[in-house]
T-cell receptor, first 117, second 111 residues
């Protein structure tokens, strides 16, 4: 089945620094990837849709200058949390669809746990 | 707007069946999904059902969809301790491009 890989699986950084998270589709090409955020004991919230070769589409309330998304190739999307603050500590999960059809399900990576000290 | 609701907690004995319920609001949902999340891990797709189906069975998993009532359920037969996890129901909106998740149901299996 389709595999989505995320790296790193966890990261600790100091307040004010930036952190980059990678999301890769290992055995398929993904023109669109999705970035979700999960707070402790809560559900997932869609942050943005990453589009290969064009700008990402952000959900309402998500700061695009804070969460930079780059989808430079058909197998890689990156999320950079800029000038991280403790409130950015969360579990970030990316997902991708195996083909462009809306009929195919989303496959998720294993997530990245970010802790900002 | 879109909303998905689930019961928060379910406890069953090993070997029993588990039924996790979910309700959703968007009648234009194309697909409905069940994902499993183990502690500290990402989401694992368990199964999904197209909105024009009533039932889907996959080994120990049975999904029932009542589109009229916008009710979805996941039945796990012969529940094992390894099934202990959080189960998320999600509906695909905007032609399935965006998933809206429920809060998750914590399933605890007692041996």
């Amino acid at each position: 089945g389709a595999v989505v890989s995320q790296h790193p699986s966890w990261v600790i950084c100091k307040s004010g620094t930036s952190v980059k998270i990678e999301c890769r589709s290992l055995d398929f090409q993904a023109t669109t990837m999705f970035w979700y955020r999960q707070f402790p004991k809560q559900s997932l919230m869609l942050m943005a849709t990453s589009n290969e070769g064009s700008k990402a589409t952000y959900e309402q309330g998500v700061e695009k200058d804070k969460f930079l998304i780059n989808h430079a190739s058909l197998t890689l999307s990156t999320l950079t949390v800029t000038s991280a603050h403790p409130e950015d500590s969360s579990f970030y999960i990316c997902s991708a669809r195996e083909d462009i059809s809306y009929n195919s399900p989303l496959h998720f990576g294993n997530g990245t746990r970010l802790t900002v000290t | 707007g879109e909303d998905v609701e689930q019961s928060l907690f379910l406890s069953v004995r090993e070997g029993d069946s588990s039924v996790i319920n979910c309700t959703y609001t968007d009648s234009s949902s194309t697909y409905l999904y069940w994902y499993k999340q183990e502690p500290g891990a990402g989401l694992q797709l368990l199964t999904y059902i197209f909105s024009n189906m009533d039932m889907k069975q996959d080994q120990r998993l049975t999904v029932l969809l009542n589109k009229k009532d916008k009710h979805l359920s996941l039945r796990i037969a012969d529940t094992q301790t390894g099934d202990s996890a959080i189960y998320f129901c999600a509906e695909g909106v905007f032609y399935g491009n965006k998933l809206v998740f429920g809060a998750g149901t914590i399933l605890r299996v007692k041996s």
